[in-house]
């Protein structure tokens, strides 16, 4: 069983920065995938971002790129998404959520991924 908890969403103005964390529960965490999900009203779910647990391979979705960075404590079991030059565009409820690692790595998809954490909000004005 995985359990997850973020923290760390807020209100920032364009421009600015904020650091999500995912707590993450578990007892086989060397072999999971971590994500970064958000969804914005009236809009799809999207993946932002992925980090394989302890090995540090990420994805990020193109429009994050060069603004967003994982990270991760392995002692914690804690992965965190630094969001800098935060855009309005960026505004949803971030969700992390988890799976095990396969071959292909970890990525954006969110229905490969089977725990889910309740979500933090995030709003860029």
């Known amino acids: 069983h995985v359990q997850l908890v973020e923290s760390g969403g807020g209100s920032v103005q364009a421009g600015g920065s904020l650091r999500l964390s995912c707590a993450v529960s578990t007892v086989d965490y060397n072999r999971r995938c971590i994500g970064w999900f958000r969804q914005a009203p009236g809009k799809e779910r999207e993946g932002v971002a992925a980090i394989r647990a302890r090995a540090a391979t990420t994805y990020y979705v193109d429009s994050v790129k060069g603004r967003f960075t994982l990270s991760e404590d392995n002692a914690k079991k804690t992965v965190y998404l630094q969001m800098n030059s935060l855009k309005a565009e960026d505004t949803a409820m971030y969700y992390c959520?988890?799976?095990?690692?396969?071959?292909?790595?970890?990525?954006?998809?969110?229905?490969?991924?089977?725990?889910w954490g309740q979500g933090t909000q995030v709003t860029v004005s």
């Open positions: 959520a988890a799976t095990i690692a396969g071959y292909g790595g970890c990525g954006g998809l969110g229905s490969e991924y089977e725990y």
